[in-house]
């Protein structure tokens, strides 16, 4: 094997000796991919194709020991490395341009204790999997609306889907994590190891270390649960959407309630003359007893004239992947976001606006609904700290050719810009895309970054894991080692 030429942290590169890299081939027990070798591709290929990135080499980890490996050879050199979970962030920080890039995606085991309900999951593994896994129980732990998402880096950004209003968020059920620091070293963190660095990774993202395994808390849910989608014309949407509002500020725990702007995709249940014509969805879930579930989504079937109806009983592990098939891998991809503590009525209109003018079939607003346990949980109990926020504005721009990728850009950062008068200011890490680390310190940490910049620099004070909504270490906010 040759050397390698491999980007450093400090902007420079170093050549990584035959030798260098047989060693690291051998101490593997997954395997190492250098550009034109199996496997190459395939790990640097993430969600989002606006990403065309070409590390100078990938490790594809089998195991903690290939992650402590890895580590500590990009510490020792200084290399710029990039973590890869689940491969979805949209940002695109998994894979890091002519540096070392650590692949997790292989590492996908899920272990249920049903009896203590507990599982733990490896890094790789997707939401998919770890739901799999423990409804086989009747059990479940709050995870996202997309089931090919990463439970990694959702987990270490935070984490909201349908069961948060009732169970928070996923790292408020996070009991532990297995870390692999920048020092190379494995350590456990809960609330009594290193509480410093599981208060950090609980929202803080991939910049305390590397999560080798994740144990959370699970609960009874389903395995049949009251879901489905109710679709309205667009004619309608600004009388859905006040009674949206004024619905779920009185729903119980149980029930999250999403609202979709977009153009109708051909679903079987819409009529064909509908497809393709701008639409509002309410995607609901209750994930409780099913009497009283029928009970709490009745007035929102209420609302209007609907085109269709398809809310009922359903598994809990399908209603999971019901918005798989609008959210595939392969397309290009730019999202805005904000946090809204309310749906005022002029944030309304800007909604509608723009659903006026979307640049491309694919392109949706999706208005998650938060509140309820996760606002029960204080500002500065975990480092996600957005714990009054009731609405999530997620600008979903989506569309297949380059040539379009200024067109729909343009389009949402309109959206987002005519909306921030109405937001609070802060934003969700995950959902933010590469050209937002302005928006790091007071917008997705506020209140909690100063502490999170002191942990950075007990954990990683030489910024090794840079490749991520960076936090600056404490001692080296203003100095030499900020991110790229
Ligand atoms: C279609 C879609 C739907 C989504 N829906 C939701 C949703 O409903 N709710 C929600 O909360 N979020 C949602 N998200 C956002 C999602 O949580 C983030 O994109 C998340 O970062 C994806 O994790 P991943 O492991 O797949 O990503 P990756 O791109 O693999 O990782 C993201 C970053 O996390 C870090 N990282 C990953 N693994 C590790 C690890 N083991 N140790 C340390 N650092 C690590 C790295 O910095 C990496 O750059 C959605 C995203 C997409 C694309």
Avoid at 129 to 152: H, K, Y
Wanted: aromatic share 8%; with cysteine; glycine share 10%.
């Amino acid at each position: 094997m040759a050397a390698i030429v491999v980007k450093t942290i400090d902007g420079k590169s170093v050549s990584l000796s035959s030798g260098a890299l047989d060693a690291l081939r051998g101490a593997l027990r997954g395997g190492l991919s250098l550009p034109g070798e199996a496997g190459y591709d395939e790990a640097r290929t993430i969600w989002n194709a606006m990403i065309d990135k070409r590390p100078a080499a990938i490790v594809r980890a089998a195991g903690a020991s290939d992650v402590i490996q890895t580590v500590r050879l990009a510490a020792q050199h200084g290399l710029l490395l990039s973590v890869r979970g689940g491969g979805h962030n949209i940002a695109g920080n998994a894979v890091c341009e002519g540096g070392l890039m650590l692949d997790l995606s292989r590492m996908v085991s899920v272990w249920v204790d049903p009896g203590e309900r507990r599982a733990r999951v490896e890094p790789g593994a997707r939401l998919a999997d770890l739901d799999r896994e423990t409804q086989a129980f009747g059990l479940a732990t709050p995870l996202g609306i997309n089931s090919t998402t990463g439970v990694a880096g959702l987990t270490l950004g935070g984490g909201f889907g349908w069961l948060s209003r009732k169970h928070g968020l996923t790292v408020d059920n996070l009991v532990s994590a297995d870390v692999v620091t920048a020092a190379g070293e494995l350590v456990r963190a809960s609330e009594s190891e290193h509480p410093d660095l599981f208060w950090a990774i609980r929202g803080g993202g991939g910049n305390f270390g590397v999560v080798t395994s994740f144990e959370f808390r699970l609960h009874p849910v389903g395995p049949q649960v009251i879901a489905g989608l109710i679709v309205h014309p667009f004619s309608s949407a600004k009388q859905v959407l006040n009674e949206y509002r004024r619905l779920v500020a009185k729903a119980p725990d149980e029930l999250c309630c999403w609202a979709v702007m977009r153009k109708a995709p051909p679903l079987p249940f819409l009529p064909p003359e509908v497809h393709g014509t701008e639409v509002l969805v309410l995607a609901l879930c209750h994930a409780g007893d099913p009497v009283a579930g029928q009970k709490a989504v009745a007035p929102f079937k209420a609302i209007g004239k609907p085109i269709a109806d398809v809310v009922g009983p359903a598994p809990y592990s399908t209603w999971q992947m019901a918005f798989d098939p609008l959210l595939t891998a392969g397309q290009r991809n730019y999202w805005k976001s904000h946090d809204f503590v309310e749906l005022a009525d002029g944030l309304i209109d800007v909604l509608l606006n723009a659903i006026r003018s979307l640049p491309s079939p694919q392109c949706e607003v999706f208005i998650g609904n938060l509140g309820g346990a996760i606002n029960r949980v204080p500002v500065e109990a975990t480092a996600y700290p957005h714990r009054d926020v009731h609405f999530v504005m997620n600008v979903h721009t989506r569309w297949s050719s380059p040539s379009e990728d200024a067109g729909c850009i343009k389009w949402a950062r309109a959206l987002y810009d005519a909306a921030a008068p109405f937001a609070t200011g802060g934003v969700y890490v995950n959902f933010m895309p590469d050209d937002e680390s302005q928006r790091v310190r007071s917008g997705a940490y506020g209140p909690n970054y100063e502490r999170l910049a002191r942990v950075k620099a007990k954990y990683d004070p030489r910024n090794l894991f840079r490749m991520n909504q960076n936090v600056a270490p404490a001692a080296t906010t203003k100095g030499a080692l900020a991110a790229p």
